[in-house]
């Protein structure tokens, strides 16, 4: 579970700026609900993303953490739905996340997934927090001893030495299919809210840069330097 992000983009932030407008919106309506939406796209087997991401210097992006929304989307039989926070190296198909994650017909864990060689991954289950409660999942990188850190509201729940170090921080959602929902609907957006990341100069607000593979299936609307919202534009 992963997003590429071109390489020009972690070469210069300007340009990286230009992948999407930013646009800032009004907060979900009061009295708004969160429910699941068949979107009745085709069953494409594509993955898709819809979030932000901020790129540093290797070595130097030491975290990212994010209050994030336990969203319950619609999902395709067979498909995965989740959002996550995540450090990785696009340049070496290399990642290590934390998030939720929803399956067909409903069942749902909060994960950490890492690779240990190029794009070769682990993933580790744990229990679910319940939907609509706001969750901080954090991933940390100590570059002195290698150690990426997971943690799942506060708690450490897994280390891990890798040899790979990150130079870039993301939060998305991601779908498996255009069949699948990408969390969130137009009255109640799926929320990465509170979002700090580590680089050089210790914890500091995103101020992420906004990224939709999906064109118009999907919106991203950044709400602050420390707050992302999405949704799906075939749910109402």
């Given amino acids: 579970m992963r997003l590429h992000i071109p390489r020009w983009c972690t070469r210069g932030l300007a340009v990286c700026a230009l992948i999407m407008p ?3 919106l009004a907060a979900p309506t009061v009295g708004a609900t969160q429910t ?3 979107p009745n796209r085709t069953n494409n ?3 898709y993303f819809d979030g932000w991401f901020n790129t540093g210097n290797a070595g130097q992006v030491g975290g990212i953490y994010s209050n994030i929304e336990n969203y319950s989307p619609w999902v395709y ?3 995965s739905v989740s959002a996550w926070s995540m450090l990785d190296n696009p340049s070496q198909d290399e990642w290590a996340q934390a998030g939720w994650i929803e399956y067909a017909y409903g069942s749902r864990d909060s994960f950490v997934e890492y690779t240990t060689s190029p794009g070769n991954y682990t993933t580790q289950l744990y229990p679910a927090y319940a939907v609509g409660d706001y969750t901080y999942y954090t991933t940390m990188y100590d570059g002195a001893n290698s150690y990426f850190t997971f943690q799942i509201a506060g708690n450490t729940v897994y280390q891990r030495q890798l040899s ?3 130079d870039q921080a993301q939060n998305y959602g991601e779908i498996h299919t255009l ?3 990408m969390p969130g609907n137009r009255s109640w957006p799926e929320d990465f809210s509170h979002t700090y990341w580590w680089d050089a100069t210790g914890w500091q607000v995103f101020n992420g840069y906004a990224n939709n593979t999906g064109g118009g299936y999907f919106t991203n609307m950044v709400m602050s330097s420390t707050d992302d919202q999405i ?4 749910c109402a």
Avoid: E
């Fill in 231 to 234: 949704y799906d534009n075939y």
């Fill in 164 to 166: 790979w170090v990150p």
């Fill in 179 to 181: 069949a699948d929902q």
């Fill in 22 to 24: 930013l646009t800032v």
């Fill in 45 to 47: 087997g594509a993955s």
């Fill in 36 to 38: 699941k939406c068949d």
């Fill in 77 to 79: 039989p067979n498909s």
